[in-house]
């Protein structure tokens, strides 16, 4: 029986007395149970979250061997879930695990298909700042990050301030997804760095990657990046170009007179506040419906100061 299925056969008794299973089972050094538990420490299923406890129970299961576990700990080492950041020794605990994983090795190999340098930036408008960045990343790493989001897709919405129910997005008719910190594999992070090195920012300071899919028809009316009433403003927007076979689509800026089309790997960078910080009207945007087949994109929102979904807000 494997241990998804004994977990199964507690479940059968009551919830209770699966957590207990598992907790039981974690306690005795089972890296499958140390690695689920850690997964509902992260997201605070069956009990409080944190991430501390979180990953300390990642890195217990990853020093088994377990590859699953080394994948993960390397993700929360990369972005700062529950420890420091450590860029190499994130990549030293996906190098470990390839050899036995091909995912791992998966993961390695397309993240080495993406530029190191920057490539050439086109200033498109000096104030508010856009720029376009061609081949920032690779069609290999595009594909990847569109395969990925696929699955995990949902229909765009926000919250209802009154019932706090899910309901329609009412500026963005597009189907998303998003990628939590102990999602963000090697490829993932690589993009995210380059996002940051291209705008000049710290890695530390993006939202999580943001993967949205537009059908024909489906847009992106125009809004501004910069959320209202909040201290750790949205700066700058990157957005990658993981497609090319649409029409229509284009990424307009209506007070700058501007349209942009990307290829596949060109990425558009933009500021979307002054320089103390309050929202400027001139970086309104919008995506323009689409004519035909489907249109990818990926975005990284970067705020002012540093910033983490799962820490609470006087920490991010």
Known sequence: MTFEQEVQAAARQGTDAAVAFVA???GEGDAEAMLMLAQWRCWGHF??????????????????GNLQAMLTQAAMIATATGTQRDEAAARALVEGAAPRSPLAAQHLAIADTIPAGAPAVEVLSETPYVAR???????????????????????????????????PHPIRTSAGA???????????HTVNLRAAESSGTDIGNGEPLHVLRYTPGQEYRTHLDALPGVENQRTHTVLFYLNGDYDGGETVFPQLGLSVR???GDALIF???????????????AGLPVRAGEKWL??????????HPWKPETER
Do not use: K
Not at 51 to 61: G, H, K, V
Not at 178 to 188: G, K, Q, R, S
Not at 273 to 285: L, N
């Open 178 to 188: 998003a990628f939590a910190p102990v999602d963000e594999d090697l490829v993932i």
């Open 133 to 167: 960045v061609r081949g920032l990343i690779s069609a290999e790493a595009c594909a990847f990050v569109m395969a990925r989001a696929a699955p995990m897709l949902q229909p765009s919405f926000v919250i209802d301030p009154d019932t706090q129910a899910r309901v």
């Open 24 to 26: 039981t089972r974690a």
């Open 47 to 64: 009990g409080p979250q944190d991430i501390d406890t979180a990953y300390a129970l990642t890195a217990a299961a990853a020093a088994t």
């Open 298 to 307: 990926a975005t990284r929102w970067i705020r002012a100061h540093p910033f």
């Open 262 to 264: 990307g290829e596949p």
């Open 271 to 285: 500021r979307n506040t002054y320089d103390d910080g309050r929202a400027d009207p001139r970086a309104e945007h």
